[in-house]
């Protein structure tokens, strides 16, 4: 009897397996960039970039990137016009190595593409983020890590789905993400050696040692302004924290006394939007992408990597802003005590001299 | 009586089974999906859409077709609602609310400004879409992901007079159909088998450990058939208007003897067949010896003259004479 209930059932399954129509059990609001749509993305990017570069123009930009990653490329295309040099072609052939897909129940959408760029050695941790559902996919963050940099595991979901962190969410950590950026970036414009709750990683120390050389100029006075922009990406980590992409905005301001002029090395990005200089008063205006970590527990946040440089100056109010400049060669030399520490680029710091017209 | 029950239930379940295989087919068609429409929707903004869950199932078929008059462009599509909900954000349009097949809807107007913020066609996130002159037709699977489908005015036209056929259904529902009902009818000819206490297949020779023993038998013969009850008579007629029955169980062995038993030793057995036996029980009549006729009723009596001349007797003047009986002398 058995047999025939069990031969029954079977036929049953087979018959029907598949064939009525069941509801989804989970009807959730919810979008995710399509891994396979990623190649095609970073396909456009680079032909997008290429063909700027062949017009030597930034304007094509605009539609593969935004936000402080598109005032940074732009000023690094303004620095080339200032200076005529032509800049060389997208030709990096990064190599993804991997592509992480947070769940979204309205836009903007983003994902994160993790590369390895032969040509700089370095590891780009991007973010493409898109807006509105008329708009292309953007990028919007680009900051750099060493290849010997770890970064922290993040947690999935079964689907092998990312899981986004709220801003202000500290749950786990010892800050939320948004009150780590502002920490960060109060850390960063502290003037003294105190930095609470804040790790003393290689990008603080780097940008105390510029603060610190700069002031030593005679006759110039130099302060430097942090801020953080509001936080919109965060992943969380295996360990219960967070990884963060910050924005930091970033204002140096130069009081020259008279009869002293303040001048950067030729072929700096400062040097193309100060061609004459600083005599008077003078402000540069930085944005700077850093990837905080902010592990879990009550560990520090500090920096993993970063990508910045000048995106606007002035100096004695007669030159207007420039949107931009500087670009990829921000400059952050030194070795880190951290594992892994970051990139480093070239310097290029100002000089004070004595100023023809006052002398 | 736990086989006829559970055969039964098959027959049921089959039946019902067979019956929505058959109800599948009718209704799929060889095509294996089913049509409605055109049904119009009255509105003249520039877009109609589900809202969210409203399209709630996967894995299903449908295939939509948007009409509209005077050659209007026409937009057809589905995507993700996240997409389909921001592009659609701040737009005037007819919300979809409520949807049952085969074509019952609810809906609800959304004010808004009469305008797309982009050209849908120039959109990247459609799961499937169509667009053409008077009408555009899309087919798609759905997916699994909460997607919303849109109909839509393209350019300074609006959808008045739209009308919008829908047909859903299953890759191959039709055959699957058939799968239903010969599953169905294979359960229902199983239960019928599980009923009369036939299987399909022989019995293992397994034991259940929860059945009563069995009697034990002498010698190395063992029951092959048991003959559980047959009645018979066992008393006499009472002209015919009663009878007494008496159940006698038997098995019959290896070599086809038949044994007597016990009802307590027929309990261990399956009972395999019923025999009712109708046994002619004749009253002892008072009379001649039992070597003669036994009714009166039945014998006549002759005596024989000197000439051979047969002379026929009552039975109270036979003391006067000497027997002989015919059928004795034949025999002899």
Redesign the interface.
Known sequence: ?R???L??AA??A???C??V????RD?????IADKSDVAAILDHYREVRNAAIGLLDPKPLSIVESGPMLAIDSGSFEVSQRLSRSESEDNRNLQVSSIETPV????P?WFMVTAFDPAARVDVVQIFERH???EPWLLVAAPQTLPSTQLPGLRHDRHGRVFRVAANDGRGMIKSPQGAATAYADALGSMTDALPGIARDDFIKKRRSEFDDANRLEGVTVTQTWAAERVKQALRTEDGGALVWVTLLRLDTYQVQPGIKVSWAPGSPQQAFLAHGITGVGKLRYYHQVLLYVPGGDDPPRALGQFGGVVSADADAALAPVPAPTASAEPFPGASPLPGGLPTFPSASPTASASPSNS | MQKKAIGTALMAVGLVVAVLGLAIMAVLGPDGRFKTGPHAIDTDGIAVVTAPKVISWENVSVEILAEVPANKPVFVGVANSVDVQAYLKGVQRLEVTKFTIPWSVRTRTIEGRKALPAAPTALDWWRAHAAGLGGAVIKTQLPDETVSAVVLAVGSSNLRGLQVTFAYGLRGGFFKGIGLLLGGLGMAWAGRLARRGETIWEEDDEVDDESPSQPDWAGDESPTELIPAWPKHAGGRDDGDHDEHETVYVYVDDQGIEHEITAEEAAAYEVVGEHVEHVEHVEPTPGPPSSGPTRDDDVTYFWIDEHGVEHEVGAHELHEFELFDDDDQDNS
Do not use: C, D, K, N
């Open positions: 009897m047999r025939i209930v031969a029954a036929a049953l087979l018959s029907g598949g064939l129509p069941h509801p989804r009807v959730r609001l919810e979008q979204f129940s309205r836009y959408l509105t559902p008329t």
